[in-house]
């Protein structure tokens, strides 16, 4: 019968820990101020910009930071403004997000 090799562990190797995001903004997502403003900011803008751009029409289903809120996008809850958000569709907010992962960037000092 096989033996399966015995696991090393590996002292100076950190245990992994799956799907744990690179900064926790859930404190930011989980306030009352902004679950307030996502809810209005989607009934004020309730089709999906980049489909617009597109000529399609999608339903926003996400309140998106422009820039991102990790590289400074509107990080005070008590100054949120409409400009410094757009609404999303699923699939273009999926999209973009995976773009940021790879280092793709939209808002203040980009030329889309
Ligand atoms: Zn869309």
């Given at each position: 019968m096989p033996i399966r090799p015995k696991k090393i562990k590996r002292a100076w190797k950190p245990d992994r820990v799956a799907h744990q995001?690179?900064?926790?903004m859930s404190w930011y997502y989980n306030d009352p101020r902004w679950r307030k403003f996502s809810k209005g900011f989607k009934e004020r803008?309730?089709?999906c910009k980049k489909c617009i751009?597109?000529?399609?029409?999608?339903p926003t289903k996400?309140?998106?930071?422009?820039?991102?809120?990790?590289?400074g996008g509107a990080p005070d809850l008590?100054?949120?403004?409409d400009e410094d958000f757009q609404g999303l569709c699923d699939s273009c907010h999926a999209s973009k997000s995976g773009r940021e992962a790879h280092g793709y960037k939209e808002g203040k000092g980009s030329n889309r």
């Amino acid at each position: 019968m096989p033996i399966r090799p015995k696991k090393i562990k590996r002292a100076w190797k950190p245990d992994r820990v799956a799907h744990q995001r690179a900064v926790d903004m859930s404190w930011y997502y989980n306030d009352p101020r902004w679950r307030k403003f996502s809810k209005g900011f989607k009934e004020r803008h309730p089709l999906c910009k980049k489909c617009i751009d597109k000529d399609m029409v999608s339903p926003t289903k996400y309140t998106d930071h422009i820039e991102r809120l990790r590289d400074g996008g509107a990080p005070d809850l008590n100054h949120l403004a409409d400009e410094d958000f757009q609404g999303l569709c699923d699939s273009c907010h999926a999209s973009k997000s995976g773009r940021e992962a790879h280092g793709y960037k939209e808002g203040k000092g980009s030329n889309r």
